[in-house]
């Protein structure tokens, strides 16, 4: 029996006993995954998918250590299934096709239920269908607030990414060969909450949480803060307990596709002032997309009246007995027959990792990169064997990178590492969650031509 046929059989049998899917949950809100239209620009644009007809994905929150209830309806006429993105939860709320659950077929409801056993910004995305539904639009934040509140007196939240449109508003397709090949498709518009450079109102003097989530299918974003004293507090989820540098115009801070910044800022005091999050993008100059202006009689707070965030409950990887696990991503050999990764093939294989492409959620006898057994820590080595860059993503465990062939690397817990151009990083983890963990690079289309695995956690 494969994989597959394992799944279908288990699938059945949970439904036959009424332990499935289909069902809403007491007091949980559906999402219902469907088609919708919004102006990204002059036009409104039609064709997108998100979670209301007219609207972003919205900006979904949850508490540190208590259960969520998130039912997912798909009633697109393609199979779907979600995923959140950085969550230490059970491998069978993950949201992995095949992997974890059978896909999530058209009129179908997965019940999603799970406790964040962490604080911080993550977000959420489908894993089937992937390049289609994100590119047109499905990718929201996950907002896990802290068990004790740190102390702002507001929050903003900006989901970046881009878009790729016609002049008069219609998608371009979403990705190209050339550019799976390469350092990925890029989009045209580029969009914070799928707005263009939008302005939000905080009081004067007050102390905001800027949370910046990157769910872009490609792009790198490369941003600094204009205006304000800040200071980062968190990345990819997790407080930083080191000093990070700020960011600034000419050192400006790499996001890659599925990683998070959070930002403890304090507001201009003068009505009106504003403080600017900065991109910068390639031939042009620095562009605000967006901006926090700051309205009403100042309040006088100060950063240092911030606690420290509290430190998630991870364990500390035991480096003098942790064993030693590569990965080598690259271009794939030539003559490999197009697979298809996590539902929805684009028909191409260009990346591998191990020199082997991934042969497909389908495939049979599709083992493991690794097995690594429960409770022990680990150093994995990522070797990035081609010129372009790769936001490297582990499911369900957080790791801290210890070492690079090319730069100090601050030790910041994560989920995702952006490996730059021949980098060798070292990362370190304990194993600590069972199941079937994906493992592929961010960049959709790299995931998606090849540059998919998972790692078994025994
Ligand atoms: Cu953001 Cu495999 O996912
Ligand atoms: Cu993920
Ligand atoms: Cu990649």
């Known amino acids: 029996m494969n994989r597959r046929e394992f799944l279908l059989g288990s699938g059945a049998t949970a439904g036959a006993l009424g332990l499935g899917c289909i069902g809403l949950a007491a007091g949980a809100q559906e999402l ?52 959140w993105h950085g969550l230490r939860i059970p491998n069978d709320m993950d949201g992995v096709p095949y992997l974890t659950q059978m896909p999530i077929g058209p009129g179908e409801v997965f019940d999603y239920e799970f406790t964040p056993p962490d604080a911080g910004t993550y977000w959420y995305h489908p894993h089937c269908m992937t390049m289609e539904q994100m590119a ?108 990070f540098p700020l960011p600034s115009a000419d050192d400006p801070l790499l996001i890659g596709p599925g990683q998070r910044v959070d930002f403890a800022l304090k507001m201009p005091l003068g009505e009106g002032q504003t403080v600017d999050l900065m991109a910068k993008f390639p031939g042009q100059p620095n562009r605000s997309m967006t901006r926090l202006r700051a309205v009403g009689a100042p309040v006088s707070r100060e950063l240092r009246e911030l606690r420290p965030l509290p430190v998630n409950p991870t364990t500390k990887p035991d480096l003098a007995n942790a064993e030693l696990h590569e990965f080598v991503f690259g271009w794939t050999p030539e003559g490999g027959e197009p697979t298809n990764g996590f539902c929805g093939s684009l028909g191409y294989n260009f990346w591998s990792i191990n020199r082997t492409p991934w ?40 790791f801290v990178p210890i070492k690079s062939n090319l730069r100090p690397l601050p030790p910041l ?46």
């Open 136 to 243: 047109h639009g499905l990718t929201g934040v996950l907002v896990i607030a802290e068990a004790a509140d740190p102390g702002f007196d507001s929050e903003q939240v900006i989901n970046l990414r881009d878009f790729r449109l016609n002049d008069d508003g219609s998608f371009l397709p979403a990705f190209t060969a050339r550019g799976a090949a390469r350092a990925g498709t890029f989009g045209n518009v580029q969009t914070a909450n799928w707005l263009d450079g939008p302005v939000y109102d905080h009081a004067a003097g007050s102390l905001v949480r800027l949370r910046v989530v990157n769910t872009d299918t490609t792009r790198i974003y490369k941003v600094h803060l204009s205006g304000a004293e800040a200071r980062i507090i968190a990345w990819d989820g997790h407080p930083v307990e080191v000093d």
């Open 32 to 83: 219902v995954v469907q088609p919708a239209s919004f102006a990204l620009r002059d036009q409104v644009t039609t064709g997108m998918v998100s979670l209301s007809p007219d609207a972003p994905p919205p900006v979904l929150h949850g508490k540190q250590g208590e259960v969520m209830r998130l039912p997912v309806r798909n009633t697109l006429p393609d199979y779907t299934a979600m995923h």
């Open 413 to 458: 817990l994560t989920d995702t590492m952006l490996l730059l151009k021949d980098e060798v990083v070292e990362i370190a983890l304990v194993a600590d969650n069972p199941g079937d963990w994906a493992f592929h690079c961010h960049v959709i289309e790299h995931q998606k031509t090849g540059l998919t695995g998972y790692i078994r956690v025994d």
């Open 359 to 398: 042969p497909g959620d389908a495939a049979k006898g599709v083992g493991p990169l690794a097995t690594l057994q429960r409770g022990k820590s680990y150093v994995v080595r990522l070797r990035n064997e081609s010129p372009n860059l790769h936001p490297i993503h582990l499911h369900g465990l957080a």
